[in-house]
């Protein structure tokens, strides 16, 4: 391996655990911005994912210049190829985030009621998944990255149970249908978050054990 082979390799890894970070914190802060009905919370989440969409362009602009260049082969290739995918989940939970924001900004609108969902408890649980996946990333780790996507099951349920607790709100309160639908969005924007976390931890694994198992049942 060349010495700027090398560079490269350690460029991409700094911007993808940059990228990782930047993402988690605008999750935490769309979900900090409708529990605290903060309105300059959500708007701070939308407005920086300019920045995540400019970062992840030039994280997959150097994979493809690496891959053209230095033709990787075994585990950098794996690298590369999982640095690929990993990025492009990382902008798409930036984009749920802004999801949520953007729900969080409507509900501020609307009059004020009890949520229908404890959605603090699903975000934890949906957040946990992301930062584990990539603390699982940054380790290595196939042993928590397994973790996460057992865990993905539990935070299904739970968004199937807003489903079933708001289709019975709606018949009784048919006043509130448009601030509840807009709370189902939050809870499946918070599903679509767990989901990317299962992907990415899959990829890790993929890395780490050069095993693709997305499909498969998870036993470990």
């Not at 407005?47 to 997959?60: K, T, Y």
């Not at 009890?114 to 957040?127: E, G, N, V, W």
Request: with cysteine; net charge negative; hydrophobic share 40%.
């Amino acid at each position: 391996m060349t010495k700027h082979f090398e560079r490269e390799l350690e460029w991409l890894k700094k911007e993808l655990l940059e990228l990782s970070t930047l993402v988690e914190e605008n999750v935490l802060k769309s979900i900090q911005s409708l529990k605290d009905r903060n309105e300059a919370l959500a708007r701070e989440v939308i407005d920086n994912d300019d920045v995540v969409d400019h970062s992840e362009v030039a994280l997959e602009e150097q994979c493809l210049k690496i891959l053209a260049l230095h033709q990787p082969v075994a585990g950098d290739l794996r690298f590369i190829v999982a640095a690929l995918k990993i990025n492009n989940e990382l902008e798409r939970v930036a984009d749920l985030a802004v999801n949520i924001a953007e729900r969080s900004l409507v509900i501020m609108r609307q009059k004020a009621i009890d949520a229908p969902f404890d959605f603090t408890h699903m975000a934890q649980k949906s957040r946990s998944m992301l930062t584990r996946s990539i603390d699982s990333l940054i380790k290595m780790d196939t042993g928590l990255a397994h973790e996460v996507c057992h865990a993905d099951d539990e935070v299904d349920e739970l968004n199937r149970k807003v489903y079933q607790r708001v289709y019975q709100l709606i018949k009784e309160q048919p006043d509130n249908v448009e601030i509840l639908i807009n709370y189902v969005s939050v809870s499946r924007h918070l599903e679509r978050i767990a989901d990317y976390a299962t992907n990415i931890a899959e990829d890790v694994i993929y890395l780490v054990e050069g095993k693709i198992i997305r499909h498969q049942p998870d036993d470990s």
